[in-house]
C-alpha cells in the first residue's frame, strides 16, 4: 500500500492508476484526503457553473410560484364578489364583522380584472412580489451571451439588482397573506364536522366561528445565512483590493493587445491564475476578471488585455498605450486588483501529458504555464513531473502570434540547449487569411524558420484534425492520464470534451483523457 500510495496523483481518478487493486486499497484511495482536496477544489473554481444552475431553479420556482398566485388571486376575488352561500363565501366573509379575524386576504369587493390589480399593486406581498419579479427577469435577460459580450456595462450593473431581489424576497411574506386556522380555534372547531354546516357556524356550541392567522415570514431564515457570508465575503475583498497596486511597466502589442505589469506586496499566484481588476478612472464599480501571464517565479505579475469594449479601450487610453512619447509612471492610473482565484489549469503540473488548447486571446493561461516551464528547466527540472506539453494555437489574423512567439523561441531554444527538444510539440495554426498572404507563405514555405512566428515550427493553415490529434497521441501515450486545458470558445469545447470521451479507453490501465476548460 505504501508503495503504490507513493505514485497517486492526487486525484479521484487515482484508481485509474492501480493494476489489480482490490476493494480494500479502492477504499484506502477513496478516503485518501490528498486525493479528495484536489477534487473539491476543482469543483470549488466551476463556481460560475453552479451560480447559472441556481439562478435558472430560482427562475423555474418563481414562474411556478408566480402562476399559482394568479389563480389564487383570482378566485378569492370572485369568492369575495360573486360567491353566494357557499362555503367559498362563508370563508370570505369571516372578518366583515367585528371580534372575527379574516382567512380571505382580499377584502374589498371589486371584481376582476380590477381586482386582481388592486391586490398586485396596494398589497405588500403583491407590490413586492411584482419588485423582485421584474427585478429578475431584468437580471436573467441581461446574462444572455449576446448583452454580456456586447454590452456588458449593462449585465454587470443590472446584475446587482440581486441587492432588490433579495430585500423584496424578505418583506414578500411580511403581509401574511397565507394563512391557515389558528392551534385554539382547530380544538374547538373541527374543519371536516363544521365544514358541511357552514351556515351554523357562531350558532352551534359545537361550531363557533373559526379564527385565522396569518402564517409568518420564513424567507429570512434561508437567506440571512448567505447574506452574512456575502457581506463578510466582501469586506473581505474590498480590504484585499485596497492594498497598493504599483503598474510597473506598459507595453503596447499587436492584434489591440497591451500588458500591464504590476507589483502588490504580498500577492502570490499560481500558474493559470486569474485576477479581478477595477480602474476607478474608467468606472468606480466594474470589475473585470484577466488571466495572469506571468510566472510565479518572477517578480511581477502581469496581465494581457485586448481591445474589445468601452471599459478596455477606456483602460488603455488611461494607461497611455494611444501615445507615443514615454508615460511618466505617476500619470498611470490607479489600479484596484483583488485575487488571485483558481482555475482548472493549476493542475498542469499533476500530469505527464498534457494538451494546452488556446484560441486567440485564450492562449494567456498557458504563457503563465509555458514561462513556469521555462524558468524550471532554467534552475532544476529533475523534479518535474511534466514530461511532454502538446501545445496548439488557434488564430485567426497572424499579427496576433507576434506577442507570443518570442516565449516560445526561448522556450525552443532552452529545449534544445538540454538535448530535450521533445518536451515541447507546438502547433500553431492561421485560421484565417486571405489570396495575397497565402501567396507570400508559399513563396517562402522552404525557409529554415516560419515566415509569420520566426520559430523552426512552421505554422499550420486551417483548423486541426482533433480526432487524428487523439488518436495520435492516445497510440503515443498509452497508459497514460492526458490532461486536456481549454481556453477558448464554447463550441471548440464541446469538440475537445467529446474527443476526450470517445478517446479514452474503457480499461482504467488505458489512456484516459482529462477535460479542462476555464471558467470565464
Not at 380555534?185 to 358541511?196: A, D, F, Q, T
Amino acid at each position: 500500500l505504501g508503495n503504490w500510495g507513493k505514485n497517486l496523483s492526487g486525484d479521484w481518478s487515482c484508481f485509474e492508476q492501480g493494476v489489480g487493486l482490490d476493494d480494500l486499497l479502492r477504499l484506502f484511495i477513496f478516503f485518501n484526503p490528498k486525493c479528495c482536496s484536489t477534487r473539491i477544489r476543482r469543483q470549488l473554481d466551476r463556481n460560475l457553473t453552479f451560480h447559472k444552475m441556481v439562478a435558472w431553479m430560482i427562475a423555474l420556482h418563481t414562474a411556478i410560484h408566480t402562476i399559482a398566485h394568479l389563480f389564487n388571486v383570482e378566485r378569492c376575488v370572485d369568492a369575495r364578489v360573486e360567491a353566494k352561500e357557499t362555503i367559498q363565501a362563508a370563508l370570505s366573509e369571516l372578518g366583515d364583522k367585528s371580534g372575527e379575524t379574516y382567512l380571505n386576504f382580499v377584502r374589498k369587493k371589486i371584481p376582476n380584472p380590477e381586482g386582481g390589480l388592486y391586490v398586485a399593486f396596494t398589497y405588500l406581498a403583491g407590490l413586492s412580489g411584482v419588485i423582485i419579479t421584474l427585478a429578475l427577469i431584468l437580471i436573467i435577460t441581461s446574462s444572455t451571451k449576446t448583452i454580456r459580450r456586447s454590452y456588458f456595462e449593462v449585465f454587470w450593473y443590472t446584475h446587482h439588482l440581486f441587492v432588490v431581489f433579495f430585500i423584496g424576497l424578505v418583506i414578500h411574506g411580511a403581509g401574511r397573506i397565507v394563512r391557515g386556522q389558528t392551534a385554539e380555534s382547530l380544538e374547538v372547531h373541527n374543519p371536516i364536522k363544521c365544514g358541511k354546516n357552514f351556515t351554523q357556524w357562531g350558532k352551534i356550541p359545537s361550531c363557533p366561528i373559526p379564527q385565522f392567522a396569518g402564517n409568518p415570514p420564513m424567507t429570512w431564515k434561508w437567506v440571512v445565512v448567505p447574506m452574512i457570508l456575502y457581506f463578510f465575503e466582501r469586506l473581505v475583498r474590498f480590504w484585499r483590493s485596497q492594498q497598493k497596486v504599483v503598474i510597473t511597466k506598459v507595453v503596447n502589442h499587436p492584434f489591440k493587445t497591451f500588458e500591464l505589469q504590476m507589483m502588490k506586496k504580498g500577492f502570490k499566484m499560481e500558474v493559470g491564475q486569474y485576477i479581478f481588476v477595477q480602474c476607478p478612472t474608467v468606472s468606480h464599480l466594474e470589475w473585470h476578471p484577466f488571466t495572469l501571464t506571468s510566472a510565479p517565479e518572477e517578480d511581477y505579475f502581469s496581465i494581457h488585455i485586448r481591445i474589445v469594449g468601452d471599459w478596455t479601450e477606456g483602460l488603455s487610453d488611461a494607461c497611455g498605450c494611444d501615445k507615443q512619447e514615454f508615460q511618466e509612471a505617476w500619470k498611470l492610473p490607479k489600479i484596484l486588483v483583488d485575487g488571485p482565484f483558481g482555475t482548472a489549469s493549476e493542475d498542469v503540473f499533476s500530469y505527464e501529458t498534457v494538451m494546452l488548447v488556446g484560441a486567440g486571446i485564450g492562449v494567456t493561461p498557458f504563457a503563465s504555464v509555458l514561462k513556469s516551464v521555462w524558468y524550471k528547466y532554467c534552475n532544476d527540472a529533475t523534479n518535474l513531473r511534466l514530461k511532454k506539453i502538446y501545445f496548439y494555437w488557434l488564430c485567426r489574423d497572424t499579427h496576433a502570434f507576434e506577442w507570443f512567439a518570442d516565449l516560445l523561441q526561448s522556450l525552443e531554444n532552452q529545449m534544445q540547449e538540454r538535448d530535450n527538444a521533445e518536451f515541447l510539440s507546438y502547433n500553431i495554426y492561421l485560421t484565417g487569411w486571405d489570396e495575397t498572404q497565402a501567396t507570400h507563405f508559399t513563396v517562402h514555405h522552404d525557409e529554415e524558420k516560419d515566415v509569420i512566428t520566426g520559430l523552426k515550427q512552421k505554422t499550420l493553415y486551417g483548423r486541426p484534425n482533433w480526432e487524428n490529434e487523439f488518436k495520435t497521441i492516445a497510440s503515443q501515450h498509452p497508459s497514460s492520464r492526458v490532461g486536456v486545458f481549454l481556453c477558448g470558445p464554447e463550441a471548440l469545447a464541446e469538440t475537445l470534451n467529446k474527443q476526450c470521451i470517445n478517446n479514452s479507453a474503457a480499461d482504467p490501465r488505458g489512456v484516459h483523457f482529462i477535460f479542462n476548460k476555464e471558467n470565464f
